[in-house]
């Protein structure tokens, strides 16, 4: 389908989703919230894409946050339900099976950073700042920034973020956990690549497992996460991708994956 807001490109087996509103720092409005949920069904149902990149288009941002604009106009009842959109939108990102990595260019705010953070790595370029100052607007972050970010960085370092509404560079977001690298700007893309490559070199069945095996498991008491990992192993023998991958191993080549 054609978006307005976003620019979907597939090179198998990569694809990449690129926030294309750059006038506005690539704001998140209702209209993206729908189209992001439309590209990430459609990635979702495409054998061919192992691994998704999420950049926003320009220099300057990832995503500045919220469209400020419309977020004004809501009336309580209209605000929560625009909370629980970009919720279920952002959690469909995180569950998709398939592993997605947010290539954070300039501003990762408010609901940026929440976006960042529902993916399952961020890579940062040097120029990056990440934050959740919804503070100084009078409300909270409603995208699941009060959730995602303690489990990235610890209770203590989310409060002080989301407390102060502090803005963080890029070195600053690699010390707390809030970003896994941190590249030359020029590098970006190419070492976002590079690292979803070696990612999709790997069984796409086995990819999946573990994202819902730590999706699950991670809030859970260790016996019953180890219970989720245990079930998940017993699946995935049962694979044909499973034999195809012992069998390589022990002849010495490259698995040829089937996904099945």
Known sequence: ????????????????VTLDRPKVLNALNAEM???????FDELAADDSVRVILLAG????AFVAGADIGELAALAPEQAQAFAQRGQAVFRRIETLGKPVIACVRGFALGG???LAMACAMRIAAEDA????PEVKLGILPGYGGTQRLPRLVGRAAALKLLLTGAIVDAREAL???LVDEVVPAEQLMARAEALAMEIAANAPLALGEVLR???EGQNQSIDAGLAIEAEAFGRLAATADKAEGTRAFMEKRRPVWKSE
């Not at 978006?3 to 990449?16: G, T, V, Y």
């Not at 700042?129 to 959740?132: H, S």
């Open 213 to 215: 095996a730590v999706d």
């Open 129 to 132: 700042k990440l934050g959740q």
């Open 175 to 177: 010390r707390i956990g």
């Open 1 to 16: 389908m054609p978006f307005a807001n976003l620019r979907l490109e597939k090179r198998p087996p990569l694809a990449q």
């Open 112 to 114: 940026g950073c929440e």
């Open 33 to 39: 919230l729908d189209e992001l949920a439309a590209a």
């Open 57 to 60: 288009a320009g220099d300057r």
